[in-house]
């Protein structure tokens, strides 16, 4: 790595994870080009001296442990200690017996924690590394000690394209890092909603409540005088569920896009999978429901006979308040993609996070679906 070049978080983050793999005894034995182009960096930052036929391993080492220290503690440093075998006495534990006492910090079972807790803990671990290096750029404080916590150089991109695999051929999908309302040029997106199809108030922060919000008509003092997709929304559960039945899980109800419309969006597609939890404000979401919903979203779209290629976007569903773990959600979103692609439907896919944590775990999962059992 060139002295004056920020690392790439993918790849400090794939080698982060082939440390927790093989864990620090066999620091000797990895290939890390990335972290010890890292240590090289900083040693001619003049954080540090070595020898040029000097082993690098050891300077590795401090720098994770570095790392992990600046992580503030909690279950976070916690688990990544364990992880990478930081933790007092489990540096020669191998990988499962490690992972399986981070999945205690978190109280979670050792599979939950590997598809979703795991990767959020590395890659907290790369961001630190990152940080890192960012403070020891030349012309940010070269010659002082990296600034761990500190600002990055770099902005987390807000469309990232992900080439994923479905029917044996490859297929483009962007991901959206940024809030609903936000969106642009998207022929549907879908909103999660529960089987009453009740939206949530406009001023809250979940995905139907901002898509309703951003398509509401308002005065020049900014008060909504027309809620055109709460109004549309209604009209559909009048006709089709009246006396305020619900729904069966996996519904999908269709309405316009109101003001939204002029962002180029058409259509919002309210996708009933959070079934209401009696005597609470709790929801219950399973993921079969989810892509239940998401192939009925499809067989929407297919059915409508629109010209031309048409696109979707599809939040994580039952991620929030519904509960799922992220990866839980996105593998039930993946189904029915997957399904839909591999039979050769020619959809423009989009999937929309708000954080770029969770993108970094969607687009994990996308591209190296099997690395991640390991």
Known sequence: ???????????????????????????????????????????????????????????????????VAAMGGGTLQEAAEYSLGLARGTRDWPPADRRRRAA??????VERFRKHQELMVLGQVAEQLVRAAAGSLPGDGAGRPPVLGGPSRQLAPSHRPVTVRAGGREHQL???????????????????????????????????????RAGAVRDPAGRIVEDRIRDELRAWTDRYAPRGLPVAPGTVAVTGAGTLEEQG???IHHAAVAVPRPGTNDYDVLPADVTRAVTRVFALLAGGGGP????????????????????????AVWAAVEAELARGGDWDVHLLVRRPERADLVAELLTNPEESRT
């Open 104 to 109: 205690q910090v978190y109280g979670v079972s």
């Open 308 to 331: 031309g290629r048409t696109s979707v976007c599809l939040p994580l569903m039952g991620a929030g308040r519904g509960g799922l773990a992220p990866a839980d959600s996105l593998a």
């Open 174 to 212: 962007t991901l959206h890092v940024h809030a609903a309302d936000l969106l642009r040029d998207i022929d549907v997106v879908v909103s999660p909603s529960n089987t009453h199809f009740a939206l949530p108030e406009p001023y809250k922060s979940s995905v139907a409540a901002s898509l309703r």
């Open 1 to 67: 790595m060139s002295p004056t070049q920020l690392p790439d978080y993918g790849e400090v983050l794939a080698e982060v994870r082939e440390v927790r793999r093989a864990g620090i005894v066999r620091l000797r034995e990895l290939r890390l080009p990335v972290l010890s182009g890292m240590v090289l960096s900083g040693m001619s930052a003049g954080q540090g001296e070595a020898g040029s036929g000097e082993p690098h391993f050891p300077a590795v080492e401090r720098m994770l442990r570095t790392a």
């Open 265 to 267: 969006i058409r259509h």
